[in-house]
């Protein structure tokens, strides 16, 4: 996705080059300026895209609406029929084949964190997203958003944070159907285009015996999903040396919303050891890698050493999990959020250090001969 995106841009670059070479060889007119002058304003409108993105958006449509009768009548249908076949195609595509209409559930978590839930009805890889139409909100805007739920799963979620116009828009939908209904969840339509996107490294690949699950805000859930995936992989026979998953959050109401979470069989999703109580030691079933058989393997934590000690990274116990709170309460607040550092030594103040987490990595791969790392990262 990213080198589309890359290439698309390259090569519009290049066609306004190429573009404006050929009204100063063969001379200007009107539709050659049109054309000229929409493809420079698409171009410019990149530039406002991080503080404005409906105007870097529709600059673009409108644009290539100007464009498309300007081709016809400076250059004829000719050469206008063959882009627009490939993208005949590509609309019939993406509409007939990856399209799904999906009755969800939505409901409102802390930290407003938007849940929408639905009964598994297409299959998906770990860390995959889909574009989300919900007619209610706008009939043609589709965004994307990424799977919390791992493939396996009998119930799919995806979850949302409210930080913009249509996903605070959708809030409000939500919020005020459930003071009609007097109800904590509504059920609404939904148009799902996908699933999109594959990880730049194959998660299932054994020559990656080291994992590092490195997650920011609201990009744990793409990263949860993954994780979980890890889980079901060790479970399954699958001999990982560490899986070290960190997640860096603003505060503690993002980590209500997720701990929500549940696979059917009431235990509940990762982030497992972000629980409430956050005191708790969580369990999870799975082998160490020192083990061939299933058994109950603690989820470390600071009960068992500090996690500054490279002890921690380098035990037996397959998971390692560290969770960052960058804005660091008044201690006064503490209790009210379930905030105890006395106990949680795991719980850390501040961002991490990347560069102390690596080096520890990297030691841990020396000393057991290791060669290969996969490192995924999704977050601000």
Known sequence: FRSAIFWHKTMAVAATIVTGMHGGVHGANATGVGILSCMCAAAASYFVKPYWFELFYYVHIVSYLVIIPM??????????????????????LRYVITQHKVTMTASILPGDVIRLKFKKSFNYQPGQYVFLLIPDIHRIEFHPFSFSSA??????TIHIRELGDWTNNLGEYIKKHQLENNTETIDISVYVEGPYGTHQINMEN??????????????????????????RQVNNGRKLRKVLFIWSVKDRALVDALHQEHNGNGEAYLPLSFQPPM???????????????????????????????MQVISSKYVFFNEFYLTQVRNETEFDAA???????????????????LFEKVANLCKSDDIKRVGVSVCGP
């Not at 493939?151 to 799919?156: A, L, N, S, V, Y």
Request: aromatic share 10%.
């Open 338 to 356: 379930d905030i105890h550092p006395d106990v949680q030594q795991w719980l850390k103040f501040g961002r991490p250090n990347l560069d102390d």
């Open 206 to 231: 054994p020559k990656y015996e080291v994992m590092l699950i490195i997650s920011g805000g609201i990009g744990i859930t793409p990263m949860q999903s993954v994780f979980k995936d890890l889980v």
């Open 71 to 92: 081709i016809l009548m400076h250059f004829g249908a000719q050469y206008f029929t063959y882009a627009a076949a490939f993208w005949v195609v590509d609309l019939v």
């Open 151 to 156: 493939p396996d799963d009998e119930f799919t």
């Open 279 to 309: 005191s708790a030691i969580p369990k999870l079933n799975c082998r160490t890698a020192s083990s061939n058989t299933i058994n109950p393997a603690v989820i470390e934590d600071g009960s068992t050493a500090s996690s500054n000690d």
